[in-house]
Protein backbone atom coordinates (compact mmCIF):
# COMPACT_ATOMS: atom_id res chain seq x y z
CA UNK A 1 0.00 0.00 0.00
CA UNK A 2 2.88 2.41 0.65
CA UNK A 3 5.41 3.20 -1.99
CA UNK A 4 8.36 4.33 0.06
CA UNK A 5 11.22 2.09 -0.45
CA UNK A 6 14.69 2.91 -0.12
CA UNK A 7 16.78 2.94 -2.53
CA UNK A 8 19.52 1.21 -0.93
CA UNK A 9 17.19 -1.70 -0.40
CA UNK A 10 16.12 -2.02 -4.21
CA UNK A 11 18.60 0.07 -6.78
CA UNK A 12 15.44 -0.20 -9.67
CA UNK A 13 13.25 2.19 -7.96
CA UNK A 14 12.74 5.16 -9.13
CA UNK A 15 13.19 8.85 -7.90
CA UNK A 16 9.70 9.38 -7.29
CA UNK A 17 9.63 6.23 -5.06
CA UNK A 18 12.08 6.82 -2.75
CA UNK A 19 11.28 6.95 0.88
CA UNK A 20 12.58 10.77 2.60
CA UNK A 21 13.19 9.51 6.02
CA UNK A 22 17.07 10.37 6.13
CA UNK A 23 19.57 9.14 7.92
CA UNK A 24 17.81 7.08 10.24
CA UNK A 25 16.45 5.05 7.59
CA UNK A 26 19.23 5.01 5.27
CA UNK A 27 20.86 2.28 6.98
CA UNK A 28 18.91 -1.08 7.67
CA UNK A 29 19.84 -3.38 10.75
CA UNK A 30 20.88 -6.65 9.62
CA UNK A 31 18.34 -8.85 10.76
CA UNK A 32 17.46 -12.08 12.84
CA UNK A 33 14.97 -14.38 11.04
CA UNK A 34 13.76 -16.45 14.12
CA UNK A 35 12.57 -13.34 16.59
CA UNK A 36 11.51 -14.50 19.65
CA UNK A 37 7.75 -14.44 20.07
CA UNK A 38 7.02 -12.86 23.25
CA UNK A 39 3.10 -12.56 23.46
CA UNK A 40 0.76 -14.90 22.01
CA UNK A 41 -2.28 -14.73 24.40
CA UNK A 42 -5.59 -12.23 24.33
CA UNK A 43 -5.19 -8.79 25.47
CA UNK A 44 -8.12 -7.85 27.94
CA UNK A 45 -8.19 -4.99 30.58
CA UNK A 46 -4.26 -4.60 30.51
CA UNK A 47 -3.73 -8.38 31.30
CA UNK A 48 -3.05 -11.43 29.05
CA UNK A 49 -5.52 -14.49 29.24
CA UNK A 50 -5.62 -17.69 27.40
CA UNK A 51 -8.69 -17.70 25.59
CA UNK A 52 -12.19 -18.74 27.70
CA UNK A 53 -12.55 -22.17 25.42
CA UNK A 54 -8.46 -22.85 26.28
CA UNK A 55 -8.56 -23.23 22.23
CA UNK A 56 -5.19 -21.84 20.58
CA UNK A 57 -4.88 -22.25 16.81
CA UNK A 58 -1.11 -21.90 14.69
CA UNK A 59 0.17 -19.04 12.90
CA UNK A 60 2.04 -20.08 10.09
CA UNK A 61 5.63 -18.12 8.45
CA UNK A 62 4.83 -18.03 4.50
CA UNK A 63 7.84 -18.30 3.52
CA UNK A 64 8.32 -21.83 4.59
CA UNK A 65 5.08 -22.93 5.64
CA UNK A 66 5.78 -23.88 9.08
CA UNK A 67 4.48 -23.06 11.96
CA UNK A 68 5.65 -20.27 14.35
CA UNK A 69 3.53 -20.55 17.45
CA UNK A 70 0.09 -21.06 18.57
CA UNK A 71 -2.04 -18.17 19.33
CA UNK A 72 -5.15 -18.31 21.83
CA UNK A 73 -8.08 -18.30 19.89
CA UNK A 74 -10.93 -15.56 21.18
CA UNK A 75 -14.13 -16.25 20.39
CA UNK A 76 -17.65 -14.59 21.34
CA UNK A 77 -16.99 -15.35 25.25
CA UNK A 78 -13.54 -13.43 25.02
CA UNK A 79 -14.95 -10.57 22.54
CA UNK A 80 -17.76 -10.11 25.76
CA UNK A 81 -14.77 -9.88 28.50
CA UNK A 82 -12.83 -7.35 26.27
CA UNK A 83 -16.32 -5.18 25.70
CA UNK A 84 -16.93 -5.40 29.10
CA UNK A 85 -13.75 -4.12 30.15
CA UNK A 86 -13.83 -1.47 27.44
CA UNK A 87 -16.90 -0.16 28.29
CA UNK A 88 -15.90 0.19 32.10
CA UNK A 89 -13.08 2.22 31.15
CA UNK A 90 -15.32 4.50 29.32
CA UNK A 91 -17.68 4.71 32.31
CA UNK A 92 -18.79 8.25 33.42
CA UNK A 93 -15.91 9.65 35.61
CA UNK A 94 -13.03 7.19 34.92
CA UNK A 95 -9.76 7.81 34.92
CA UNK A 96 -9.83 7.21 30.81
CA UNK A 97 -12.63 9.99 30.64
CA UNK A 98 -10.96 12.12 33.02
CA UNK A 99 -7.95 12.00 31.18
CA UNK A 100 -6.94 15.54 29.38
CA UNK A 101 -7.22 15.82 25.80
CA UNK A 102 -3.29 16.83 25.74
CA UNK A 103 -2.70 14.19 27.58
CA UNK A 104 -4.08 11.36 25.16
CA UNK A 105 -1.83 13.05 22.98
CA UNK A 106 1.26 12.49 25.50
CA UNK A 107 0.42 8.75 25.43
CA UNK A 108 0.02 8.05 21.88
CA UNK A 109 3.12 9.96 21.35
CA UNK A 110 4.87 7.72 24.03
CA UNK A 111 3.53 4.30 22.00
CA UNK A 112 4.88 5.96 18.76
CA UNK A 113 8.46 6.51 21.05
CA UNK A 114 8.03 2.50 22.03
CA UNK A 115 7.84 0.90 18.64
CA UNK A 116 10.61 3.52 17.26
CA UNK A 117 12.89 1.72 20.08
CA UNK A 118 11.61 -1.25 19.18
CA UNK A 119 11.53 -0.87 14.93
CA UNK A 120 13.75 -3.52 14.16
CA UNK A 121 11.99 -6.56 16.56
CA UNK A 122 8.61 -5.27 15.23
CA UNK A 123 9.77 -5.50 11.37
CA UNK A 124 11.48 -8.57 11.98
CA UNK A 125 8.17 -10.24 13.60
CA UNK A 126 5.99 -8.51 10.53
CA UNK A 127 7.86 -9.90 7.92
CA UNK A 128 7.73 -13.72 9.81
CA UNK A 129 4.53 -14.05 10.45
CA UNK A 130 3.26 -12.02 6.82
CA UNK A 131 6.02 -12.79 4.80
CA UNK A 132 6.84 -8.75 3.19
CA UNK A 133 10.86 -7.86 2.60
CA UNK A 134 11.99 -7.07 6.17
CA UNK A 135 13.61 -3.99 3.83
CA UNK A 136 10.17 -2.69 3.72
CA UNK A 137 8.88 -3.68 6.81
CA UNK A 138 11.55 -1.86 8.59
CA UNK A 139 12.19 1.37 6.06
CA UNK A 140 8.07 1.45 5.08
CA UNK A 141 5.38 -0.09 7.24
CA UNK A 142 7.21 0.78 10.87
CA UNK A 143 8.27 4.27 9.94
CA UNK A 144 4.43 4.74 8.66
CA UNK A 145 3.06 3.23 12.01
CA UNK A 146 4.81 6.39 14.13
CA UNK A 147 4.37 9.00 11.46
CA UNK A 148 0.16 7.86 11.91
CA UNK A 149 0.60 7.52 15.81
CA UNK A 150 2.24 10.91 16.25
CA UNK A 151 -0.06 13.20 13.56
CA UNK A 152 -2.98 11.71 15.55
CA UNK A 153 -1.21 12.47 18.93
CA UNK A 154 -1.18 16.00 17.42
CA UNK A 155 -4.73 16.55 16.84
CA UNK A 156 -6.06 14.89 20.07
CA UNK A 157 -6.16 18.59 21.78
CA UNK A 158 -7.15 20.39 18.42
CA UNK A 159 -10.46 18.56 17.58
CA UNK A 160 -12.92 21.63 18.30
CA UNK A 161 -16.49 22.61 18.83
CA UNK A 162 -17.75 25.83 17.92
CA UNK A 163 -19.84 28.65 18.91
CA UNK A 164 -23.23 29.26 16.62
CA UNK A 165 -25.25 32.08 16.38
CA UNK A 166 -28.43 31.11 16.92
CA UNK A 167 -31.60 33.60 16.66
CA UNK A 168 -32.85 34.63 20.23
CA UNK A 169 -31.54 35.16 23.52
CA UNK A 170 -29.50 31.66 23.54
CA UNK A 171 -25.73 30.36 23.80
CA UNK A 172 -25.11 27.69 21.19
CA UNK A 173 -22.09 25.18 21.02
CA UNK A 174 -21.34 21.86 19.74
CA UNK A 175 -19.03 19.63 21.44
CA UNK A 176 -17.33 17.13 19.83
CA UNK A 177 -17.66 14.09 22.15
CA UNK A 178 -16.00 10.37 21.54
CA UNK A 179 -18.78 7.52 20.55
CA UNK A 180 -17.73 5.18 22.99
CA UNK A 181 -16.96 1.83 22.53
CA UNK A 182 -15.02 1.07 19.25
CA UNK A 183 -14.89 -2.48 17.44
CA UNK A 184 -11.73 -2.57 15.58
CA UNK A 185 -11.30 -5.55 12.85
CA UNK A 186 -8.18 -5.17 10.85
CA UNK A 187 -6.59 -7.23 8.01
CA UNK A 188 -3.60 -9.53 7.09
CA UNK A 189 -1.66 -7.37 4.65
CA UNK A 190 -0.29 -4.55 6.55
CA UNK A 191 -0.68 -5.94 9.98
CA UNK A 192 0.94 -2.97 12.21
CA UNK A 193 0.08 -0.23 9.55
CA UNK A 194 -3.64 -1.18 9.59
CA UNK A 195 -3.22 -1.26 13.47
CA UNK A 196 -1.78 2.13 13.67
CA UNK A 197 -4.68 3.56 11.52
CA UNK A 198 -7.04 2.35 13.55
CA UNK A 199 -5.94 2.84 17.03
CA UNK A 200 -5.02 6.41 16.55
CA UNK A 201 -7.76 8.47 15.63
CA UNK A 202 -9.91 6.68 18.30
CA UNK A 203 -7.60 7.01 21.45
CA UNK A 204 -6.93 10.75 20.34
CA UNK A 205 -10.73 11.35 20.44
CA UNK A 206 -11.49 9.68 23.94
CA UNK A 207 -12.55 6.54 22.67
CA UNK A 208 -11.87 2.50 24.01
CA UNK A 209 -11.35 -0.16 21.76
CA UNK A 210 -11.75 -3.98 21.33
CA UNK A 211 -9.73 -4.80 18.25
CA UNK A 212 -9.96 -8.51 16.51
CA UNK A 213 -6.67 -8.91 14.41
CA UNK A 214 -6.24 -10.88 11.23
CA UNK A 215 -5.53 -14.72 12.52
CA UNK A 216 -2.96 -15.26 9.83
CA UNK A 217 -0.80 -12.26 11.20
CA UNK A 218 -1.43 -11.46 14.94
CA UNK A 219 2.04 -11.43 16.16
CA UNK A 220 3.04 -7.97 15.58
CA UNK A 221 -0.77 -6.66 17.26
CA UNK A 222 -0.14 -8.55 20.49
CA UNK A 223 3.84 -6.95 20.90
CA UNK A 224 2.04 -3.52 20.10
CA UNK A 225 -0.40 -4.56 22.99
CA UNK A 226 2.10 -5.08 24.95
CA UNK A 227 3.66 -1.22 23.98
CA UNK A 228 0.17 0.09 24.93
CA UNK A 229 0.23 -1.20 28.55
CA UNK A 230 4.32 0.05 29.47
CA UNK A 231 3.33 3.05 27.95
CA UNK A 232 0.19 4.08 30.31
CA UNK A 233 -3.17 3.73 28.82
CA UNK A 234 -5.66 2.75 31.63
CA UNK A 235 -6.95 -0.56 31.74
CA UNK A 236 -9.76 -1.22 29.30
CA UNK A 237 -8.49 1.45 27.12
CA UNK A 238 -7.22 -1.08 24.09
CA UNK A 239 -8.19 -4.70 24.35
CA UNK A 240 -6.91 -6.89 21.23
CA UNK A 241 -8.56 -10.66 20.42
CA UNK A 242 -6.73 -12.66 17.99
CA UNK A 243 -9.47 -15.41 16.57
CA UNK A 244 -11.53 -16.01 13.80
CA UNK A 245 -13.87 -13.97 11.84
CA UNK A 246 -16.90 -16.32 11.56
CA UNK A 247 -16.51 -16.30 15.82
CA UNK A 248 -14.55 -13.11 17.12
CA UNK A 249 -15.26 -10.38 14.20
CA UNK A 250 -19.14 -11.84 14.32
CA UNK A 251 -19.22 -11.30 18.10
CA UNK A 252 -17.76 -7.78 17.55
CA UNK A 253 -19.92 -6.56 14.51
CA UNK A 254 -23.19 -7.74 16.29
CA UNK A 255 -22.04 -7.15 20.07
CA UNK A 256 -25.14 -4.84 21.40
CA UNK A 257 -22.45 -2.72 23.47
CA UNK A 258 -19.97 -1.71 20.54
CA UNK A 259 -21.01 1.57 19.91
CA UNK A 260 -19.18 1.53 16.59
CA UNK A 261 -17.30 -0.82 14.37
CA UNK A 262 -14.08 -0.12 11.93
CA UNK A 263 -13.13 -2.84 9.20
CA UNK A 264 -10.57 -3.24 6.90
CA UNK A 265 -10.92 -6.56 4.36
CA UNK A 266 -12.96 -7.78 1.76
CA UNK A 267 -16.13 -6.56 0.06
CA UNK A 268 -17.93 -9.50 1.03
CA UNK A 269 -17.23 -10.02 4.60
CA UNK A 270 -18.12 -5.55 4.78
CA UNK A 271 -21.36 -6.78 3.89
CA UNK A 272 -21.83 -9.06 6.56
CA UNK A 273 -20.81 -6.02 8.78
CA UNK A 274 -22.68 -3.66 7.60
CA UNK A 275 -26.27 -6.35 7.89
CA UNK A 276 -24.84 -7.12 11.49
CA UNK A 277 -25.00 -3.94 12.58
CA UNK A 278 -28.17 -2.76 11.01
CA UNK A 279 -29.84 -6.55 12.81
CA UNK A 280 -28.22 -5.20 15.90
CA UNK A 281 -27.88 -2.04 17.58
CA UNK A 282 -27.17 0.29 14.42
CA UNK A 283 -23.57 0.89 15.35
CA UNK A 284 -21.93 3.09 13.56
CA UNK A 285 -19.73 1.54 10.69
CA UNK A 286 -16.76 2.85 8.69
CA UNK A 287 -15.63 0.09 5.93
CA UNK A 288 -12.48 -0.01 3.69
CA UNK A 289 -13.48 -2.74 1.24
CA UNK A 290 -11.83 -4.51 -1.94
CA UNK A 291 -10.94 -2.51 -5.19
CA UNK A 292 -10.54 -3.01 -8.86
CA UNK A 293 -8.47 -0.14 -9.71
CA UNK A 294 -7.83 1.47 -13.15
CA UNK A 295 -4.19 2.80 -13.48
CA UNK A 296 -4.60 4.60 -17.04
CA UNK A 297 -1.52 5.31 -18.89
CA UNK A 298 -2.11 7.72 -21.97
CA UNK A 299 0.41 7.99 -24.88
CA UNK A 300 2.08 11.06 -23.96
CA UNK A 301 3.24 9.41 -20.76
CA UNK A 302 6.72 9.10 -19.35
CA UNK A 303 7.19 5.52 -20.44
CA UNK A 304 10.04 4.91 -18.39
CA UNK A 305 8.49 6.42 -15.14
CA UNK A 306 4.89 4.66 -16.21
CA UNK A 307 6.28 1.10 -16.40
CA UNK A 308 7.85 1.25 -12.95
CA UNK A 309 5.05 2.73 -10.95
CA UNK A 310 2.50 0.12 -13.05
CA UNK A 311 4.80 -2.31 -12.07
CA UNK A 312 4.81 -1.37 -7.99
CA UNK A 313 1.35 -0.79 -8.10
CA UNK A 314 0.57 -4.54 -8.92
CA UNK A 315 3.51 -5.78 -7.25
CA UNK A 316 4.28 -3.83 -4.84
CA UNK A 317 3.50 -6.23 -1.19
CA UNK A 318 3.55 -9.11 -3.47
CA UNK A 319 0.20 -7.12 -4.87
CA UNK A 320 -1.72 -8.38 -1.39
CA UNK A 321 -3.03 -4.01 -1.61
CA UNK A 322 -6.74 -3.18 -1.84
CA UNK A 323 -5.80 -0.30 -3.69
CA UNK A 324 -3.78 -2.36 -6.32
CA UNK A 325 -3.18 -1.25 -9.84
CA UNK A 326 -4.36 -4.22 -11.38
CA UNK A 327 -6.27 -2.86 -14.29
CA UNK A 328 -3.56 -1.29 -16.29
CA UNK A 329 -5.05 0.56 -19.48
CA UNK A 330 -2.71 1.74 -22.37
CA UNK A 331 -3.26 3.55 -24.74
CA UNK A 332 -2.92 1.41 -28.10
CA UNK A 333 -0.45 3.51 -29.92
CA UNK A 334 1.94 2.74 -26.76
CA UNK A 335 0.53 -0.46 -25.71
CA UNK A 336 3.34 -3.09 -27.70
CA UNK A 337 6.10 -0.66 -26.41
CA UNK A 338 4.68 -0.40 -22.93
CA UNK A 339 3.87 -4.61 -22.38
CA UNK A 340 7.24 -5.39 -23.56
CA UNK A 341 8.87 -3.19 -21.09
CA UNK A 342 6.54 -4.29 -18.27
CA UNK A 343 7.59 -7.77 -18.85
CA UNK A 344 11.33 -6.97 -18.89
CA UNK A 345 11.19 -5.40 -15.76
CA UNK A 346 8.41 -8.25 -14.06
CA UNK A 347 11.34 -10.90 -14.89
CA UNK A 348 14.58 -8.80 -12.97
CA UNK A 349 12.20 -8.81 -9.82
CA UNK A 350 13.80 -10.54 -6.97
CA UNK A 351 11.59 -12.81 -5.49
CA UNK A 352 12.87 -15.13 -2.18
CA UNK A 353 13.88 -15.04 1.07
CA UNK A 354 11.87 -12.29 2.83
CA UNK A 355 14.83 -11.45 5.70
CA UNK A 356 17.53 -10.88 2.25
CA UNK A 357 17.89 -7.43 1.99
CA UNK A 358 17.77 -7.56 -1.79
CA UNK A 359 14.91 -9.41 -1.68
CA UNK A 360 11.69 -6.99 -3.68
CA UNK A 361 9.20 -9.69 -3.49
CA UNK A 362 7.93 -12.20 -0.76
CA UNK A 363 5.32 -14.99 -0.39
CA UNK A 364 2.10 -14.66 -0.33
CA UNK A 365 0.55 -14.73 3.19
CA UNK A 366 -1.06 -18.51 3.57
CA UNK A 367 -2.19 -21.45 1.05
CA UNK A 368 -5.56 -20.10 1.02
CA UNK A 369 -4.69 -16.84 -1.10
CA UNK A 370 -1.81 -19.21 -2.93
CA UNK A 371 -4.37 -21.36 -4.17
CA UNK A 372 -6.76 -18.51 -4.97
CA UNK A 373 -3.98 -16.70 -6.84
CA UNK A 374 -3.02 -19.78 -8.97
CA UNK A 375 -6.69 -20.62 -9.84
CA UNK A 376 -7.22 -16.82 -11.07
CA UNK A 377 -4.30 -17.35 -13.54
CA UNK A 378 -5.36 -20.76 -14.38
CA UNK A 379 -9.01 -18.69 -15.80
CA UNK A 380 -7.09 -15.96 -17.29
CA UNK A 381 -5.28 -18.51 -19.74
CA UNK A 382 -8.54 -20.17 -20.62
CA UNK A 383 -10.83 -17.02 -20.98
CA UNK A 384 -8.02 -15.73 -23.70
CA UNK A 385 -5.80 -13.38 -22.13
CA UNK A 386 -1.94 -13.71 -22.92
CA UNK A 387 0.13 -15.54 -20.46
CA UNK A 388 3.50 -12.70 -20.74
CA UNK A 389 5.39 -13.93 -17.88
CA UNK A 390 5.16 -15.57 -14.84
CA UNK A 391 2.40 -17.74 -13.92
CA UNK A 392 3.48 -20.47 -11.87
CA UNK A 393 4.88 -20.87 -8.49
CA UNK A 394 8.37 -19.53 -7.65
CA UNK A 395 9.90 -21.76 -4.67
CA UNK A 396 9.58 -25.36 -3.91
CA UNK A 397 8.42 -24.26 -0.40
CA UNK A 398 6.27 -21.67 0.89
CA UNK A 399 3.52 -19.48 -0.82
CA UNK A 400 5.71 -17.56 -3.74
CA UNK A 401 4.18 -17.11 -6.75
CA UNK A 402 5.91 -15.16 -9.85
CA UNK A 403 5.17 -11.56 -10.91
CA UNK A 404 2.47 -12.21 -13.47
CA UNK A 405 1.56 -10.44 -16.74
CA UNK A 406 -1.35 -11.08 -18.99
CA UNK A 407 -1.80 -8.91 -22.18
CA UNK A 408 -4.95 -9.03 -24.77
CA UNK A 409 -6.83 -9.26 -21.33
CA UNK A 410 -10.39 -7.72 -21.94
CA UNK A 411 -12.65 -6.20 -19.62
CA UNK A 412 -15.60 -9.53 -19.27
CA UNK A 413 -12.56 -11.44 -18.39
CA UNK A 414 -13.03 -12.80 -15.16
CA UNK A 415 -9.30 -11.16 -14.24
CA UNK A 416 -10.40 -7.90 -15.24
CA UNK A 417 -13.41 -8.11 -13.26
CA UNK A 418 -12.77 -9.91 -9.97
CA UNK A 419 -9.78 -8.51 -7.05
CA UNK A 420 -7.18 -11.12 -7.18
CA UNK A 421 -5.07 -9.86 -4.45
CA UNK A 422 -2.17 -10.96 -5.69
CA UNK A 423 0.98 -10.36 -8.28
CA UNK A 424 -1.18 -10.78 -11.65
CA UNK A 425 -1.10 -7.32 -14.07
CA UNK A 426 -3.64 -7.32 -16.45
CA UNK A 427 -2.65 -5.20 -19.09
CA UNK A 428 -5.79 -4.14 -21.39
CA UNK A 429 -5.56 -1.63 -24.58
CA UNK A 430 -7.79 1.53 -24.78
CA UNK A 431 -8.30 4.50 -28.17
CA UNK A 432 -9.62 7.28 -26.93
CA UNK A 433 -10.17 9.30 -23.60
CA UNK A 434 -13.95 9.02 -23.54
CA UNK A 435 -13.94 5.26 -23.79
CA UNK A 436 -10.97 4.46 -21.33
CA UNK A 437 -12.97 6.28 -18.38
CA UNK A 438 -16.33 4.75 -19.27
CA UNK A 439 -14.50 1.28 -18.97
CA UNK A 440 -12.27 2.60 -15.69
CA UNK A 441 -15.52 3.44 -14.19
CA UNK A 442 -17.06 -0.03 -15.29
CA UNK A 443 -16.56 -1.55 -12.01
CA UNK A 444 -18.80 -2.24 -8.36
CA UNK A 445 -15.28 -0.84 -7.05
CA UNK A 446 -14.17 2.47 -6.55
CA UNK A 447 -11.15 2.54 -4.17
CA UNK A 448 -8.32 3.88 -6.34
CA UNK A 449 -7.37 5.01 -9.90
CA UNK A 450 -4.35 6.54 -11.23
CA UNK A 451 -3.42 8.39 -14.79
CA UNK A 452 -0.19 8.87 -16.14
CA UNK A 453 0.25 11.30 -18.38
CA UNK A 454 2.14 14.86 -19.33
CA UNK A 455 -0.79 16.95 -20.48
CA UNK A 456 -1.69 18.89 -16.62
CA UNK A 457 -5.48 19.68 -17.86
CA UNK A 458 -6.41 15.73 -19.52
CA UNK A 459 -4.65 14.50 -16.16
CA UNK A 460 -7.55 17.22 -14.43
CA UNK A 461 -10.08 16.00 -16.45
CA UNK A 462 -9.76 12.30 -16.21
CA UNK A 463 -9.13 12.55 -12.33
CA UNK A 464 -12.41 14.41 -12.49
CA UNK A 465 -14.12 11.77 -14.20
CA UNK A 466 -12.91 8.41 -12.42
CA UNK A 467 -15.34 7.33 -9.51
CA UNK A 468 -12.64 6.90 -6.95
CA UNK A 469 -11.94 7.57 -3.55
CA UNK A 470 -8.29 8.39 -4.13
CA UNK A 471 -6.58 9.22 -8.00
CA UNK A 472 -3.01 9.82 -8.70
CA UNK A 473 -1.45 11.41 -11.11
CA UNK A 474 1.73 10.35 -12.59
CA UNK A 475 2.41 8.56 -9.11
CA UNK A 476 0.92 5.10 -7.58
CA UNK A 477 0.64 4.16 -3.79
CA UNK A 478 1.48 7.42 -2.57
CA UNK A 479 0.34 7.71 0.92
CA UNK A 480 0.29 10.72 3.72
CA UNK A 481 -1.16 10.09 7.38
CA UNK A 482 -2.29 13.69 6.07
CA UNK A 483 -4.57 13.29 3.67
CA UNK A 484 -7.82 10.82 3.62
CA UNK A 485 -8.26 7.42 2.04
CA UNK A 486 -11.57 5.61 1.39
CA UNK A 487 -13.40 4.23 -1.12
CA UNK A 488 -16.84 4.89 -3.56
CA UNK A 489 -19.16 2.28 -4.21
CA UNK A 490 -18.32 -1.31 -2.80
CA UNK A 491 -15.04 -0.45 -1.81
CA UNK A 492 -16.56 1.21 1.36
CA UNK A 493 -17.99 3.84 3.39
CA UNK A 494 -15.90 6.89 5.50
CA UNK A 495 -12.61 7.55 5.47
CA UNK A 496 -9.27 7.08 7.36
CA UNK A 497 -6.62 9.24 7.94
CA UNK A 498 -6.35 12.87 7.76
CA UNK A 499 -8.48 15.38 9.73
CA UNK A 500 -11.65 13.14 8.31
CA UNK A 501 -10.43 10.56 10.11
CA UNK A 502 -11.36 12.20 13.35
CA UNK A 503 -15.11 12.43 12.02
CA UNK A 504 -15.46 8.52 12.25
CA UNK A 505 -15.31 8.15 16.42
CA UNK A 506 -16.70 11.47 17.70
CA UNK A 507 -20.21 12.17 18.12
CA UNK A 508 -21.32 15.99 17.72
CA UNK A 509 -23.75 17.16 20.48
CA UNK A 510 -25.49 20.70 20.07
CA UNK A 511 -25.94 22.47 23.34
CA UNK A 512 -28.28 25.44 23.69
CA UNK A 513 -28.20 27.62 27.04
CA UNK A 514 -31.53 30.46 27.90
CA UNK A 515 -29.29 33.54 28.72
CA UNK A 516 -31.12 36.86 30.07
CA UNK A 517 -29.72 38.77 26.99
CA UNK A 518 -27.81 38.45 23.63
CA UNK A 519 -25.20 40.93 22.65
CA UNK A 520 -23.32 40.86 19.43
Same mark, same amino acid.
Given at each position: ???????????????????????????????????E????? #?????????????? /??? /?????????I????E??????????? =??K????????????? =?? !?????????????????????????????K??????????????? @????????A?????????? *????? @?? /? %??????? @?? !???????P $??????????? #?????????K???????T?? &?????????G +??????????????? =?????????D??K???????????????????S????V????????P??? #??????????E !?A?????????? @???????????????N???????????????? *????????H?? !?? *???????? #??????????????????????? %??? +?IQ????????????? =?R??????????L?????????????? /????????????????A?????? $?????V???????????????? &???S???????????????????????????N?
Open positions: MLRTVLTRAFPNLPRLLVCRYSAAAAAIPAPNPQPVHYNK #LFINNEWHDAVSKK /TFP /TINPATGEVCEVAGSKEDVDKAVK =AAEAFRLGSPWRRTD =AS !QRGRLLNRLADAIERDAAYLAELETLDNGPYAVSYSVDVPMVVK @CLRYYAGWDKWEGKTIPV *DGDYF @CY /T %RHEPIGV @CG !QIIPWNF $LLMQAWKLAPA #LATGNTIVMVAEQTPLAL &YVASLIKEV +FPPGVVNIIAGMGPT =AGAAISSHMIDIAFTGSTEVGHLIQQASGSNLKKTLELGGKSNII #LSDANMEEAV !QHTAIFFNQGQ @CCCAGSRTYVQESIYEFVERSVERAKKRVVG *DPFNLKTEGP !QV *DDEQFQKI #LGYISSGKKEGAKLMCGGGVAAD %RGY +FPTIFGEVQDDMKI =AEEIFGPVMQIKFKSIEEVIERAND /TKYGLAAAVFTTDVNMHYVSNS $LRAGTWINCYNVFGVQAPFGG &YKAGTGREMGEYGLENYTEVKTVTVKIPQKS
